[in-house]
T-cell receptor
Framework: GQQLNQSPQSMFIQEGEDVSMNCTSSSIFNTWLWYKQDPGEGPVLLIALYKAGELTSNGRLTAQFGITRKDSFLNISASIPSDVGIYFCAGRGNTGNQFYFGTGTSLTVIP | DVKVTQSSRYLVKRTGEKVFLECVQDMDHENMFWYRQDPGLGLRLIYFSYDVKMKEKGDIPEGYSVSREKKERFSLILESASTNQTSMYLC??????????????FGDGTRLSIL
């Protein structure tokens, strides 16, 4: 099955810093999703994107659906300790009901 | 709020045992999914179901089977557990059909260890 390239694999940042991560695919997608997984929990949906070029915010989080439809980006502004976790991207193409997931970005915020 | 409940958070079984992982959702979703999560590999789809008694293989179905006798319940079965099936298992559900599939909602996962 298809796997998305997500980078970086891990990040260690100081509290208050901004964070950027991205996800790329070899195929065109019609939907991009971003999830966060807290330690010991299941992934929770943060943002859903349905249109190329779309920019959507959820509090300090902003995600963009790339113009090429083969990538997506997530930014976190002014990070805080509770931002710690693994962030996953997921994408779905034109056909089928399967979402493909990235390998995750592990974020550590140092107080 | 969507609630996806997995029956066990932690499970320890022995090689060769038949293992059942249960998942229940309370939002009348048509679609249900089983993934396994391993470090560095992300989430890999094992099986999914888009209707009662229907099932489709995902990317890594070998060694697993599933059962969906009722709309709200989706079971993952390890026919004869092996040590390489030690992993975190995540269940998810979603609404929608065709091109209208909605984002998936996940349970908290079952961490399965096979000794």
């Amino acid at each position: 099955g298809q796997q998305l390239n997500q980078s970086p694999q891990s990040m260690f940042i100081q509290e208050g810093e901004d964070v950027s991560m991205n996800c790329t695919s070899s195929s065109i997608f019609n939907t991009w999703l971003w999830y966060k997984q807290d330690p010991g929990e299941g992934p929770v949906l943060l943002i859903a994107l349905y249109k190329a070029g779309e920019l959507t915010s959820n509090g300090r989080l902003t995600a963009q659906f790339g113009i090429t439809r083969k990538d997506s980006f997530l930014n976190i502004s002014a990070s805080i300790p509770s931002d710690v976790g693994i962030y996953f991207c997921a994408g779905r193409g034109n056909t089928g009901n399967q979402f493909y997931f990235g390998t995750g970005t592990s974020l550590t915020v140092i107080p | 709020d969507v609630k996806v409940t997995q029956s066990s958070r932690y499970l320890v079984k022995r090689t060769g045992e038949k293992v059942f992982l249960e998942c229940v959702q309370d939002m009348d979703h048509e679609n249900m999914f089983w993934y396994r999560q391993d470090p560095g590999l992300g989430l890999r789809l094992i099986y999914f179901s888009y209707d009662v008694k229907m099932k489709e293989k995902g990317d890594i179905p070998e060694g697993y089977s599933v059962s969906r006798e009722k709309k709200e319940r989706f079971s993952l079965i390890l026919e004869s557990a092996s040590t390489n099936q030690t992993s975190m298992y995540l269940c998810a559900s979603s609404s929608g059909v065709g091109t209208g599939y909605q984002p998936q909602h996940f349970g908290d996962g079952t961490r399965l260890s096979i000794l």
